[in-house]
């Protein structure tokens, strides 16, 4: 099994910045690919961003392209998502995930990542 652990969530003003940390521990693997996905009340769990093992390969949602940054240290077992210039509408509950499978695009798919995280709430005020 492998544990997931969100930090770094909170409450910003829009415009503002944050950075969210995933901690995995247990049986992880480096060879993860790592996203993150966001949900809100009575809505699905959208995608917004994933990362290649190698760090090297990296895929956004359009609604965050070019604001949001994902990144990994592997000998740290932690991924990052760094979220500039924030809008009321990136409210969510943010959750990290693990995919034991190849890159490509299913990478956007929920259904294919194998653990996930509990959850951290990142709320932007306008």
């Known amino acids: 099994q492998v544990q997931l652990v969100e930090s770094g969530g909170g409450l910003v003003q829009a415009g503002g910045s944050l950075r969210l940390s995933c901690a995995a521990s247990?049986?992880?693997?480096?060879?993860?690919?790592m996203g993150w996905f966001r949900q809100t009340p009575g809505k699905e769990r959208e995608f917004v961003a994933a990362?290649?093992?190698?760090?090297?390969?990296?895929v956004y949602a359009d609604s965050v392209k070019g604001r949001f940054t994902i990144s990994r240290d592997n000998a740290e077992n932690t991924v990052y998502l760094q979220m500039n210039s924030l809008k009321p509408e990136d409210t969510a509950v943010y959750y990290c995930?693990?995919?034991?499978?190849?890159?490509?695009?299913?990478?956007?798919?929920?259904?294919?990542?194998?653990?996930w995280g509990q959850g951290t709430q990142v709320t932007v005020s306008s």
């Open positions: 247990g049986r992880t693997s480096s060879s993860d690919v």
């Open positions: 990362v290649h093992w190698s760090g090297r390969f990296t």
């Open positions: 995930a693990a995919e034991r499978g190849t890159w490509g695009p299913t990478v956007r798919l929920p259904d294919k990542y194998d653990y």
